[in-house]
């Protein structure tokens, strides 16, 4: 069997999450956050699209995490992504970690936006 070591890039996995607050790159952040190229940063939620806008010319996809449950964006916010170029993919927050951190080991173009479980 063969092993690779995984390489993340500039940008840093999402080490793990609580009730509350996510692990990215072995700091805590408290509620909602948004990491991708630029490393993690607290996020306004939903009604904070700017720093979302501001991704579309370096990556390919935005993935949402909605909290513990799967759950509608806004249909405003999704308009807006989807207008700036940004593919839009939603999820409950724990797939989204996962998913981030495999297509980030990837070395796709991508960013996670979150919800706290």
Request: with cysteine.
């Amino acid at each position: 069997m063969r092993l690779n070591q995984v390489t993340f890039s500039d940008a840093k996995p999402v080490d793990g999450y609580g009730p509350g607050f996510f692990r990215i790159g072995g700091d805590v952040f408290e509620g909602a956050v948004l990491t991708g190229p630029a490393g993690p940063a607290t996020w306004g939620g939903y009604e904070d699209a700017q720093p979302l806008l501001e991704l579309a010319d370096g990556i390919d996809v935005l993935l949402v995490g909605t909290g513990k449950d799967m759950a509608h964006i806004p249909q405003s916010l999704r308009t807006q992504l989807e207008s700036a170029g940004v593919g839009v993919e939603i999820m409950n927050s724990p797939a989204a970690c996962r998913t981030y951190n495999v297509l980030l080991s990837e070395g796709r173009r991508i960013a996670l936006a979150l919800i706290p479980v």
